[in-house]
């Protein structure tokens, strides 16, 4: 059974304090992992796919990376309009449209 | 571009009834997926429909159901409501099998009394 775990559950961080959130992933047939956005009440709002091991994609102060188990979401000098949930989710076998989450990290930026 | 629309956007049911919730997809895309989010169990996996084909199903009991129009829009069933089925019910669409995100709607909130 695919599996995604997401680490820590909560992450309190000071306005410019970097950080990363963890997930690791037992997909089978990984076809991408992806990180999502949620702000309370909302949808997923999409940030990133990773499609192989060694991949790296940035946004702002955002940045994925991809190993063969794990992916790491990098915030780079945070500020308080990134407090959110994000989460980690990945496509296997035959389609990109059944995805398996991760119970997510909830973000607070503090000013 | 209009987003995934979901309607309606709160809904409240007694217990033992049963529930349609509809969803319209971007413009152009024919791949729609369901997805329930609660606090203890996160976003799970419901089904997913392309071309009014169900081509992946979550392990959910056989009281969710689901079904794709010709125009791509989507509703999903809940049949004998109960009070673990409420929940953030999410659809997302995305183009045919590109490799490209889903793009996920606001979501119906259903409460179960």
């Known amino acids: 059974e695919d599996q995604v775990t997401q680490s820590p559950e909560a992450l309190r961080l000071q306005e410019g304090e970097s950080s990363s959130l963890n997930c690791s992933y037992t997909v089978s047939g990984l076809r991408g992992l992806f990180w999502y956005r949620q702000d309370p009440g909302k949808g997923p709002e999409f940030l990133f796919t990773l499609y192989s091991a060694g991949e790296e994609k940035e946004k702002e102060r955002l940045k994925a990376t991809l190993t063969k188990k794990e992916s790491f979401l990098h915030i780079t000098a945070p500020k308080p309009e990134d407090s959110a949930t994000y989460l980690c989710a990945g496509a296997g076998g035959t389609s990109y449209g059944k995805l398996t989450f991760g119970q997510g990290t909830i973000l607070t930026v503090h000013p | 571009k209009a987003g995934v629309t979901q309607t309606p956007r709160y809904l409240i049911k007694t217990r033992g009834q049963q529930v349609t919730l509809s969803c319209s997809p971007i413009?152009?895309?024919?791949?729609v997926s369901w997805y329930q989010q609660t606090p203890g169990q996160g976003l799970q996996f419901l089904f997913e429909?392309?071309?009014?084909?169900?081509?992946n199903k979550g392990n959910f009991p056989g009281r969710f159901s689901g079904r794709q129009f010709s125009n791509s829009r989507s509703e999903m069933n809940v049949s004998t409501l109960e009070l673990g089925d409420s929940a953030l019910y999410l659809c997302?669409?995305?183009?045919?099998?590109?490799?490209?995100?889903?793009?996920f709607g606001p979501g119906t909130r259903l409460t179960v009394t």
């Open positions: 997302a669409s995305s183009l045919v099998d590109s490799g490209q995100q889903q793009y």
């Open positions: 413009s152009g895309h024919r791949s």
């Open positions: 429909y392309f071309s009014e084909t169900q081509r």
